[in-house]
């Protein structure tokens, strides 16, 4: 099975900061990655795939990058609706996988 | 616009069994792949199965293969997970999702439905 994980699992930040978010996976996926945003009590919310693709609809301020084994999520200026737990998930091989999770905080 | 709306979860026992169901609707359901992720209580997101548009083509995770059996009826537009000697490391909410299968994410998710197994 293919691990992801990320880093860190928990940031502090302030409206208008830039935030990373790191993506580790196990072995190497090419660009098959997803990025999920979770608020508290709520469903998941699908952003990115491919690495790198923004879903339609999500701000252009959150961009993704990576390929092979390390990825990326930034978010280019945080906002208040930001705050939420984000997930990566690797699409390469079954089982499919999600990281840990990073919880973005005020 | 893509509704998913689950169903059927609740408290068992250990050893017990509970069926989920999920009815969508705002797309064509016989055109896509689905599947079931969960979420243990304060824990990070688990992949649990997916079925392909005709139910001939199955995935799951290794912890609940020959327990857990997902399903779909394309004529009513309704799919379910049927889960059998349930455990308590079993506990979560399940949520429905969409599975898009030429790039492997889960694009739309359902609200949920909360599986509790305690005696």
């Known amino acids: 099975d293919i691990q992801m994980t990320q880093s860190p699992s928990s940031v502090s930040a302030f409206v208008g900061d830039r935030v990373t978010i790191t993506c580790r996976a196990s072995?190497?996926?090419?660009?098959?990655l997803a990025w999920y945003q979770q608020k508290p009590g709520k469903a998941p919310k699908f952003l990115i795939s491919?690495?790198?693709s923004l879903q339609s609809g999500v701000p252009s301020r959150f961009s993704g990058s990576g390929f092979g084994t390390d990825f990326t999520l930034t978010i280019s200026s945080l906002q208040p609706e930001d705050f939420a737990t984000y997930y990566c998930q690797q699409a390469n091989s079954f089982p499919l996988t999600f990281g840990g999770g990073t919880k973005v905080e005020i | 616009e893509v509704q998913l709306v689950e169903s059927g979860g609740g408290l068992v026992q250990p050893g017990g069994s509970l069926r989920l169901s999920c009815a969508a609707s705002?797309?064509?359901?016989?055109?896509?792949?689905m599947g079931w992720v969960r979420q243990a209580p304060g824990k990070g997101l688990e992949w649990v199965a997916n079925i392909n548009q005709d139910g001939s083509d199955i995935y799951s995770v290794d912890s609940v293969k020959g327990r857990f059996t997902i399903s779909r009826d394309n004529a009513k537009n309704s799919l379910s997970l049927q889960m059998n000697s349930l455990r308590a490391e079993d506990t979560a909410v399940y949520y429905c999702?969409?599975?898009?299968?030429?790039?492997?994410?889960?694009?739309?998710w359902g609200q949920g439905t909360l599986v509790t197994v305690s005696s």
């Open positions: 491919s690495a790198s």
């Open positions: 072995q190497g996926i090419s660009n098959w």
């Open positions: 999702v969409t599975y898009h299968v030429s790039s492997g994410y889960f694009d739309h």
């Open positions: 705002g797309f064509t359901f016989s055109n896509y792949w």
